[in-house]
């Protein structure tokens, strides 16, 4: 079974040896200014045997930033930190897309350089709290005006272009998680009554005015999305997902982008769905299973590639390791968000 993983694929302009790739995953190692070190560039390159490295969520304007030390992609200083990355991962033939993420709502002022108040679709607090440096806080966002949302866009259209400047070979758009493009989609953050609220083509036209436009940039073969249809994170509460996502979907094959990336919660019936109307590379992140349950999605065809998360963080070499059969480190949680290398770079390979 585990021989479906390593056939080669094309999906969109990515030329990829195999289907196991690495999940997006926040590791808040970047410096306050939100610019990539030394550091994130041995961590992203002693990954690079993975098929695909997808970053960590990445914020398109300044606005964009949830949490402390995490990457920027919208300055000079991004660009060129983001360099160091892309070029690392480049140096051992690795491939790698920046995932544009926008926090939305999940963000405190006291997270930001700029201090302001998080925006949003609508002003609808989140439940619970979250970290900041004060410690754990929640407020009420900002909605964004009917100009602003339209702006964000251009700000998602700029990163792309920042992000290719920056050597990457293309992006991600978050649209899952309860980050802003899903808080658009999402009906319980979404309370708007302009034309990117109420229905639900209203309600996706801003993860597709975002995706075309990106699209348009940088090409829509560097291109892909990322959906959790029904996920609660971060207080998300969806009562249509049978509508939603499928609406969404079809609204985004027409622009060729190079994957639709599907974090599944365990609605099967709606992710077979989604498999027949995607046309293109469909790579599904089936957290919490072993790497044989994911080698049978690509057997079954529900997926061309999948994606692994906290396998990877614990094994920098966990392609080999799956090649051989050799066995896994196990993740430590504590120093997930920790900072400094233990638990990002310091993970022993099995050769060591």
Do not use: C
């Amino acid at each position: 079974m585990l021989n479906a993983l390593w056939n080669p694929i094309v999906a969109g302009e990515f030329s990829l040896p195999h289907r196991l790739a690495m999940a997006p995953m926040t590791r808040d190692r970047s410096t306050p200014e939100g610019i990539p070190t030394e550091l994130n560039a041995e961590y992203y390159a002693q990954r690079a045997s993975h098929a695909l490295i997808i970053t960590e969520g990445t914020q398109p304007n300044a606005d964009g930033q949830g949490y402390p030390l995490t990457p920027g992609i919208h300055s000079q200083e991004h660009i060129a930190g983001w360099r160091k990355v892309t070029d690392a991962v480049h140096g051992v033939e690795g491939r790698i897309v920046i995932q544009l993420m926008h926090a939305g709502r999940m963000s405190h002022p006291d997270n930001t350089l700029h201090h302001r108040q998080p925006v949003a679709p609508s002003p609808v607090q989140p439940a619970g709290t979250m970290f900041t440096a004060s410690g754990l806080q929640m407020l009420v966002p900002r909605e964004l005006s009917t100009e602003e949302v339209a702006a964000t866009v251009d700000d998602f259209r700029r990163a792309a272009a920042a992000a290719v400047a920056a050597g990457a070979d293309g992006v991600e758009i978050h649209g899952a998680n309860g980050y802003l493009v899903h808080q658009f989609l999402a009906d319980n953050t979404n309370q708007r009554t302009d034309q990117y609220g109420g229905s639900l083509a209203n309600r996706i036209r801003f993860a597709v005015e975002v995706a075309t436009a990106v699209a348009e940039e940088i090409g829509a073969g560097r291109t892909g999305f990322r959906v959790s249809p029904g996920n609660p994170f971060n207080d998300i509460a969806e009562s249509d997902t049978h509508g939603l996502y499928p609406a969404l979907v079809r609204a985004l094959a027409p622009l060729d982008l190079a994957y639709l990336h599907i974090g599944h919660g365990g609605d099967d019936e709606l992710l077979h769905t989604l498999r027949k109307l995607w046309p293109h590379a469909l790579i599904l992140n089936r957290a919490g299973t072993d790497i044989a349950t994911r080698a049978k999605d690509i057997e079954d065809g529900l997926a061309d590639i999948v994606t692994v998360g906290v396998m990877a963080l614990a094994n920098p070499d966990l392609v080999e390791r799956v090649r051989t059969g050799a066995p896994l480190n196990t993740p430590d949680p504590a120093t997930f968000y920790g900072g400094g290398e233990a638990g990002y770079t310091d993970y022993p390979t099995h050769t060591a």
